[in-house]
């Protein structure tokens, strides 16, 4: 393939920090507010016009159980709790009948709280500011390269956390990594107006029905409402299959293959729901939900076996209840994995439910993800965040929602923190000193 030749030239530096975070998704947020808050001077890159990524560019507006299984154990806090009690005095926050099993949120406010949480804690901001590449001195990442309205820049950094999504930063340096064959299909959301007028109307049953005519591949999505928005809901309808979402390419695909489902499933609205019915589409995701692409790898692989085993780690950062939930990119439809050993399968009008392992006496109510799985080898001042964190394609399936990215998002910037102030690695740190400094801060350490 031809290729032009770029002249060298001197990059300007636009920043120096202890601590530079690339990803402003919730995840990069909680990580830059967490070091900022224990006293380093923090940088926070975001490519979005606003932080909470999927969360708010891409319209999710799900958080779920802070509790275990059992509803009598809290083993999620931090910062997640925190933006949610934030955002309940604005009336921007609803949870489910029992309270404590998931929590509905306006993202538009959302994205105004994040900028409050960067702000308060001093950390400094760059927005519509895209990581072009990794600068490497002596053997040691020593700054990143950035592009935004500016021009070009380097942001000189002592530690760094890769909270792309993708783990771009980690790729670059030439960490391996695992990109699964079959990965989790990703989804373009949308708010619609009017859709709680069509009483009665099965919206599963009519894409089911008619889903060949209108060329959507595979009818299993979700809906719920907005708080205080009871005339808006949200759609979570659409899948992407195949795509591969860290290729440029395949990316420019996705997105308007998802924008197109949204029009299809409002147009078998339009032709086959109640008469008289009108539906509009307030919004589209800025970008689409992206559930699966690199996984980094790291010190250690967490396994679907330590998920649903609910197996105890010494470095644990992390507590989830959420089910392995694999939207299955193979074949139609989407597996549960239950922490009681139950399994359900649905697909396209099909339901089937059984065990993955015999009943017993006891069953974990919880399980946990290690900071080995947050740490490539190789590079002594780099943490990975999010989900392109180590796990098997079953532990990704549980731990992929954002109440545990979250986690792992606070767990890296104080690691950071932690390895800054003692001049270690990150992999060297003391588990134990971690943990403390966690739990110190408002996280659930267990």
């Given amino acids: 393939m031809d290729a032009i030749h770029e002249t060298a030239r001197n990059t300007r530096v636009i920043a120096e920090a202890d601590i530079c975070v690339l990803g402003g998704s919730a995840t990069g947020v909680f990580a830059a507010v967490r070091a900022a808050r224990l006293g380093a001077r923090v940088v926070l890159v975001e490519k979005q016009n606003c932080f909470g990524g999927v969360a708010t560019s891409g319209l999710v507006n799900i958080w779920h159980s802070l509790f275990d299984t059992e509803f009598k154990r809290q083993i999620i806090a931090g910062l997640t709790l925190e933006t949610i009690e934030r955002l309940r005095k604005r009336g921007a926050v609803d949870t489910t ?37 990794p600068h490497v001195e002596a053997g040691r990442l020593a700054a990143v390269i950035v592009e935004n309205k500016s021009g070009r820049g380097a942001i000189r950094a002592k530690y760094f956390i890769d909270a792309t999504g993708d783990g771009d930063l980690c790729t670059h340096l030439g960490i391996p990594h695992v990109l699964p064959p079959h990965r989790q299909p990703s989804t373009t959301c949308a708010k619609l107006y009017g859709f709680h007028t069509l009483r009665g109307f099965d919206l599963n049953r009519a894409i089911l029905d008619h889903k060949d005519e209108f060329g959507i591949p595979d009818p299993a999505g979700w809906r719920t409402y907005i708080p205080g928005i009871p005339e808006v809901s949200f759609h979570a309808e659409t899948k992407a299959y195949g795509a591969n ?15 197109r489902q949204v029009r299809a499933i409002m147009d078998i609205v339009r032709k086959y729901g109640p008469p008289g019915s009108k539906i509009a589409l307030v919004a589209l995701s800025s970008y689409i939900g992206i559930r699966e692409t690199r996984h980094i790898r790291c010190s250690y692989r967490l396994t679907e076996e330590d998920v649903l085993t609910g197996r105890r780690f010494e470095d644990a950062i992390a507590n989830g209840t959420y089910r392995v ?38 069953n974990p109510t919880f399980y946990q993800i290690p900071f080995r799985s947050m740490v490539p080898q ?19 399936g549980a731990i992929r929602v954002m109440v545990n990215t979250n986690q792992t998002g606070e767990a890296a910037g104080v690691a950071a923190y932690l ?28």
């Avoid at 538009?108 to 990581?131: G, M, N, Q, R």
């Avoid at 979402?245 to 924008?259: F, H, N, Q, Y």
């Avoid at 190789?378 to 990704?396: E, K, P, Q, S, T």
């Fill in 378 to 396: 190789g590079w002594n001042n780099l943490i990975v965040a999010g989900r392109a964190i180590d796990a098997d394609r079953g532990a990704f």
């Fill in 245 to 259: 979402c860290a290729d440029a390419d395949e990316l420019t695909a996705a997105e308007i293959e998802g924008r």
């Fill in 419 to 446: 390895a800054l102030a003692s001049g270690k690695s990150v992999a060297e740190l003391d588990p134990a000193e971690l943990r403390r400094l966690l739990a110190a801060g408002g996280s659930v350490v267990l």
């Fill in 97 to 133: 009948e029992n309270d404590v099993d998931a929590f509905r949120l306006n993202t538009e406010e959302l994205k105004i709280e994040l900028d409050e949480l960067v702000t308060e804690a001093k950390v400094k901001p760059y927005l519509h500011t895209f990581y072009v590449a």
């Fill in 325 to 362: 939930d694999i939207h299955h990119d193979d074949k139609p439809g989407i597996t549960f994995r239950y922490l009681d050993g139950r399994e359900l399968y649905f697909g396209t009008g099909h339901r089937q439910e059984g065990r993955w392992r015999p009943e017993t006496p006891e």
